[in-house]
């Protein structure tokens, strides 16, 4: 079964997962509401209790409390039996999906509400899988299936998430909390932290000043510690988060005249595996992905700089022949192992530095 990541399929919140099968039961509200063009209606079916519902829960701009009370009903806590109140934007988010795919069947639902009691239980028996304060226990998330339809179906049919660009200089602490503060004001919380600033900053070790080794440090290891230190409260607070941070695999291996980038990034490695540790315990997961050569404008500028007017994919079938795959990387793999720990999927893993490099590093 292929799954979204928390939090990341919508910014409210909605969460959907692929695949799987489900049982039997309907209801409906009345014909009035189905029959007008501007009504919109869902259907479900229930993986634990084997019931379904098909409804109209909204007509223009108005919802329906009849059938958002029944909604409330059929996704309630199916351990418990407790009734929540399922936010209705969730609703219109899943809605709006099944019209980009075209689908009319019934989405399979995995868990909707979640009372304290259960969450706690779940949280207990799944070693700290589940958020302290999990979006069910709001009424804000929802787990379902719809089977036959992929991750990337999904994933390019989703209405649009909420993205806010915050320019901020991060070598600086003020620009580490102006950026950090512009994304909790714009965002709410932050729950999961990728560090991936910075340059190949690198030469001749005698060559390299004060002045390079500090704009270094600042940049790429100190933006990490500040940044980590405003988002681990809240992470630590709420029992659910994950740090990412893009090194590059000289942190292992660092090379002639690769300072002062290959000291910094080993440093990051260090910052890594110290969090990771400490902060295990609430259910922060910290984790540091370090870089081959992955396609990106760094390497659209180098190609552009050089002087023998070769093609951009010469260019780069030349700087992958080094590399045992024998090519440089894209940047959706490199995203792929960052979604991978940032889910619930990767609930295991925290402390380890991950090569993305197509087998480029000598060590492991």
Same mark, same amino acid.
């Given at each position: 079964?292929?799954?979204?990541?928390?939090?990341?399929?919508?910014?409210?919140?909605?969460?959907?997962?692929?695949?799987?099968?489900?049982?039997?039961?309907?209801?409906?509200?009345?014909?009035?509401?189905?029959?007008?063009?501007?009504?919109?209606?869902?259907?479900?079916?229930?993986?634990?209790? *084997?019931?379904?519902?098909?409804?109209?829960?909204?007509?223009?701009?108005?919802?329906?409390?009849?059938?958002?009370?029944?909604?409330?009903?059929?996704?309630?806590?199916?351990?418990?039996?407790?009734?929540?109140?399922?936010?209705?934007?969730?609703?219109?988010?899943?809605?709006?999906?099944?019209?980009?795919? *075209?689908?009319? /069947?019934?989405?399979?639902?995995?868990?909707?509400?979640?009372?304290?009691?259960?969450?706690?239980?779940?949280?207990?028996?799944?070693?700290?899988?589940?958020?302290?304060?999990?979006?069910?226990? /709001?009424?804000?998330?929802?787990?379902?299936?719809?089977?036959?339809?992929?991750?990337?179906?999904?994933?390019?049919?989703?209405?649009?998430?909420?993205?806010?660009?915050?320019?901020?200089?991060?070598?600086?602490?003020?620009?580490?909390?102006?950026?950090?503060?512009?994304?909790?004001?714009?965002?709410?919380?932050?729950?999961?932290?990728?560090?991936?600033?910075?340059?190949?900053?690198?030469?001749?070790?005698?060559?390299?000043?004060?002045?390079?080794?500090?704009?270094?440090?600042?940049?790429? @290891?100190?933006?990490?510690?500040?940044?980590?230190?405003?988002?681990?409260?809240?992470? !630590?607070?709420?029992?659910?988060?994950?740090?990412?941070?893009?090194?590059?695999?000289?942190?292992?291996?660092?090379?002639?005249?690769?300072?002062?980038?290959?000291?910094?990034?080993?440093?990051?490695?260090? @910052?890594?595996?110290?969090?990771?540790?400490?902060?295990?315990?609430?259910?922060? @997961?910290?984790?540091?992905?370090?870089?081959?050569?992955?396609?990106?404008?760094?390497?659209? !500028?180098?190609?552009?700089?050089?002087?023998?007017?070769?093609?951009?994919?010469?260019?780069?079938?030349?700087?992958?022949?080094?590399?045992?795959?024998?090519?440089?990387?894209?940047?959706?793999?490199?995203?792929?192992?960052?979604?991978?720990?940032?889910?619930?999927?990767? *609930?295991?893993?925290?402390?380890?530095?991950?090569?993305? /490099? *197509?087998?480029?590093?000598?060590?492991?």
């Amino acid at each position: 079964m292929e799954q979204i990541t928390r939090r990341s399929f919508l910014r409210s919140a909605a969460r959907l997962a692929v695949g799987g099968v489900a049982l039997s039961f309907a209801a409906h509200v009345g014909a009035h509401a189905a029959a007008s063009p501007a009504s919109r209606r869902l259907a479900f079916s229930h993986t634990h209790t *084997g019931e379904r519902i098909s409804l109209v829960y909204a007509v223009g701009d108005h919802y329906v409390p009849a059938a958002l009370a029944a909604l409330n009903r059929f996704l309630r806590d199916h351990y418990s039996g407790a009734v929540g109140l399922i936010d209705p934007l969730l609703f219109d988010q899943l809605h709006h999906l099944q019209r980009e795919l *075209g689908r009319a /069947d019934p989405f399979h639902v995995i868990s909707g509400y979640r009372c304290a009691a259960t969450n706690h239980r779940l949280r207990t028996a799944r070693g700290g899988g589940v958020a302290r304060r999990s979006l069910h226990m /709001d009424g804000k998330a929802i787990d379902v299936r719809l089977p036959g339809v992929s991750l990337a179906e999904l994933r390019d049919a989703a209405p649009t998430a909420r993205v806010v660009a915050i320019a901020a200089d991060i070598r600086t602490a003020a620009g580490c909390e102006q950026a950090f503060n512009g994304a909790v004001r714009a965002l709410g919380q932050v729950d999961i932290l990728v560090n991936n600033a910075g340059t190949s900053q690198r030469g001749p070790f005698l060559e390299v000043t004060d002045a390079l080794w500090q704009d270094d440090l600042d940049l790429k @290891l100190f933006a990490a510690i500040r940044l980590s230190r405003l988002a681990l409260p809240g992470m !630590r607070d709420r029992e659910w988060g994950r740090i990412i941070n893009v090194l590059n695999i000289g942190a292992k291996a660092p090379k002639a005249s690769s300072t002062p980038t290959s000291v910094s990034r080993a440093a990051g490695m260090a @910052l890594t595996k110290a969090l990771a540790n400490e902060f295990a315990p609430h259910n922060v @997961l910290v984790n540091a992905m370090l870089v081959g050569i992955i396609e990106s404008d760094q390497w659209v !500028r180098r190609h552009a700089a050089d002087q023998r007017n070769i093609t951009w994919d010469e260019w780069k079938a030349e700087q992958g022949k080094p590399v045992p795959l024998g090519r440089i990387g894209r940047a959706e793999e490199f995203a792929a192992m960052a979604l991978l720990l940032a889910s619930e999927q990767g *609930g295991y893993v925290t402390g380890t530095a991950i090569n993305v /490099d *197509g087998g480029s590093s000598p060590v492991v």
